[in-house]
């Protein structure tokens, strides 16, 4: 009983912070990692548990939020786009905007994570969490901030925000989905979709993060990973069938706000 009580906390809160992260985009690492330090873990031990299970995650909520028309991913090749065209057999741009915007941030993720996972092994514990709770109320600010703003698309800014989220994402284990779901709608990208294209690429990033913490010997907690994979991906189904009628409004806002207070408190635990 001492050990079942613990891992089914971990899947609630994982179902919860996944059904929001699923729906708005961003929330799920932002807010378990620092729910996590507070209840005691280690911050090395939390942030590979995270990204194994947002690489499952990510993937299945990708693909819902497509099945559901949420969004529309075509990786085929675009055969008539100039750069294809040019380079011939090693030419490759997918169909859908969508689905280029994804490949953009999934590259970004390459310089970002392994970067950020070198300094999470090298720099003490308690710093890592002093950065954890600034970064997070930071992206708390940034999403009540931005919410109201008009887009204006721009690649320059999607690749830029990939590299800085990538960052966040392998050094803390979140602070990605607040900083491209928002870009991305501030860039130009309808909110569903880029909801849907956040998942994705949070995928693609996670994967980078994980291999460079097994390539550095890391070692994992299996209970605390499948404890948040099975709760994060049995929230996937609900969440991406509320999208069509979700207020994101709203729901960014609560999101922002709690974000904020996660972050303060996390700093409050690291000085008291």
């Not at 089914?8 to 985009?25: M, N």
């Not at 915007?101 to 090298?122: E, H, K, R, T």
């Not at 721009?154 to 928002?182: D, E």
């Amino acid at each position: 009983m001492d050990t079942v009580l613990p891992v089914l906390i971990l899947v609630v809160i994982a179902f919860a912070s996944e059904f929001v992260d699923s729906s708005l985009g961003m929330g799920y690492g932002t807010t378990l990692t620092p729910l996590l330090i507070i209840m005691g873990y280690n911050p090395l031990i939390v942030v590979p548990a995270i990204l194994t299970s947002e690489l499952i995650t990510g993937g299945f909520a990708a693909f819902m939020h497509h099945r559901a028309g949420n969004v529309q991913f075509d990786f085929r090749n675009d055969v008539n786009h100039i750069l294809v065209k040019k380079m011939r057999l090693l030419g490759y741009i997918p169909r859908s905007n969508a689905s280029k915007i994804a490949l953009v941030l999934a590259a970004c993720s390459l310089a970002g994570a392994v970067i950020a996972v070198f300094l999470a092994i090298n720099i003490p514990k308690t710093y890592l969490k002093v950065f954890i709770g600034v970064m997070v109320s930071s992206m708390g600010v940034l999403i009540l901030l931005k919410r109201n703003s008009k887009p204006h698309f721009s690649w320059k800014k999607i690749v830029g925000l990939g590299i800085l989220a990538a960052f966040n994402k392998g050094l803390s284990g979140g602070g990605y989905g607040p900083l491209v779901t928002s870009g991305q709608i501030l860039s130009g990208v309808d909110t569903k979709n880029s909801v849907a294209i956040t998942s994705l690429a949070e995928s693609f990033t996670c994967a980078v993060g994980i291999t460079t913490f097994l390539l550095l010997g890391t070692e994992f907690d299996w209970t605390i990973t499948l404890a948040l994979l099975a709760g994060a991906a049995a929230s996937v189904p609900f969440s991406t069938r509320v999208v069509k009628k979700l207020k994101v409004k709203n729901f960014t806002l609560i999101v922002g706000t709690a974000t904020v207070i996660l972050g303060l408190f996390t700093l409050y635990k690291v000085v008291f």
